[in-house]
């Protein structure tokens, strides 16, 4: 199960910038850290759901990320605009570039020489979305030799199976579609995401089950490029007074979310 491990230095962090009990009046660092150019540039992507998602009108991006971006750029007395992203690895990537202010990707260690993390404030259960006529009917009846796991390349699912699977293989795809379309072909035998993605994706293969237990729990967090403290330390309040207010619970409900629920608050 993934573990968000808080730095002590976090607590030093937020008092040092000043935001920590009041994160809507960021301190001028702070302002200027989170957002350089002076528009919040809010980067999504839109391969998850719990994440984001394409609106209804062309070029619009909703979801969670976008409700809880725009909420944060508000708190700073910022413009924001919205940066679509079709694959995370791509996304994590430009942060070295500089290329967006703020995202949200599920907390992995691997990350960390890229971005920083600000806490928690969603989890959801990671497992397995089985192709229709496969036998297996647990998370560990699947890490057995000759079963074949995919998963999109840079995902949270990706990096974490890396690390902990035993037997079974895993194939890493190009985007979440890629990897949805080989298990709809049979090139594999699951699928591995967060359970409120996987169960759409059953709907769209009869016969596909997704498992009841889980391999991990997904903390899914806001990220900046590293070396932004006085951004990070506002950024950490903001979420932490957004679990507290209600304000991340109404954007869960307002993206529809099944099976995701706030985070709890920050030790």
Known sequence: MFKFQWPFVWVFAAAAAGCASNPSTPTAAAKSELAPGGTLRIAVFIGNPVIGSKGKTPGEVVGTTVTLGRELAASAGLPATVIEYTAVGKMVEEAKNGAWDIAVVAFDPARRNVVDFAPPHMVVDLTYLIKPGAAITSVPG???????????????????????????????ADTEAAAFEMLREGKVDALAQNRFLLLGLAARLPGSRVLEDRFAAAEMTIIIPRSRPAALAYVEAFVEQAKRSGAVQKAIDGAGLRGVVVAPSAK
């Open 142 to 172: 699947a890490d057995q030799a000759g079963t074949r796991i995919v998963a999109a390349r840079g995902a949270a699912t990706a990096l974490y199976l890396e690390r902990n699977l035993k037997a079974a293989t895993l194939v890493q």
